[in-house]
């Protein structure tokens, strides 16, 4: 990596530890991972909820969504409920009763993030707003479009989201996830993704590179633990 692509990374705080404990930029693979199970309830083992403070730019964000959220979800359907927060570290101005958004990728990771937004709010199943919103993720240089094509491939209205994402709706939703990422997060936000098991803040290196691990981890703290962290 040379010294100008470190410097970025460093300015938008979205590295990973590689195996060796040192920060490695993550790796954009864009895996396909086919159909997510629905949900549904698992006995007395409880539902954990995985709350995701993201950005639709940001390389760890696609890291994370791709390669640790999608298949942990789809290795535990009936026990992740997936919460994600697309803001970041963006800045939110109140102009005339609307808002206007500055992101750390530009604007159009804000398009991204309201896109992101609406597809939350308006897919009601979560394995299916997992599936667009890993697909978006994983090439949203063009929001709109690429937006079009993941809700065409997994059968959701692509009206209804676009319908949303070009008016205040969109915007007032960012703003609410805005107001989530700073309300909800104690210390502040510092890095992107920062992510939290049943709203704690464990240990975010080891999170972001095995997510099933930790999940299964906090099973064990409450001894109600899934066959499935036994395979």
Do not use: W
């Not at 040192?22 to 954990?48: A, M, N, T």
């Not at 199943?125 to 240089?141: F, K, Y």
């Amino acid at each position: 990596m040379n010294v100008l692509s470190f410097l970025f990374f460093i300015a938008c705080g979205c590295f990973i530890f590689g195996a060796d404990g040192i920060f490695l930029p993550s790796e954009q693979k864009g895996v396909k991972l086919g159909p997510l199970p629905q949900s549904q309830p698992f006995g007395d083992i409880p539902q954990v909820k995985v709350s995701v403070y993201y950005e639709s730019l940001c390389p760890d964000s696609q890291y994370f969504v791709v390669d640790q959220l999608a298949p942990t979800f789809k290795r535990l359907p009936s026990l992740v409920k997936t919460d994600l927060v697309p803001y970041g570290k963006a800045t939110t101005t109140e102009v005339n009763n609307d808002y206007k958004f500055t992101c750390q990728h530009g604007e159009i990771e804000c398009q991204g993030n309201i896109y992101h937004s609406c597809v939350i709010k308006h897919v009601k199943d979560q394995g299916t707003a997992l599936e667009v919103v890993q697909c978006m993720i994983s090439n949203n240089i063009d929001p709109a479009g690429i937006a079009l094509q993941c809700c065409e491939t997994y059968g959701v209205n692509f009206t209804t989201i676009s319908r949303c994402a070009e008016g205040k709706e969109g915007r007032r939703l960012l703003k609410y996830f805005g107001d989530r990422t700073k309300n909800d997060l104690s210390p502040p936000l510092a890095f992107v993704p920062t992510v939290l098991i049943n709203g704690e803040r464990r240990n975010q290196p080891l999170v972001l590179k095995n997510l099933f691990k930790e999940i299964c981890a906090y099973y064990r703290t409450i001894s109600k633990v899934p066959r499935e962290c036994d395979t």
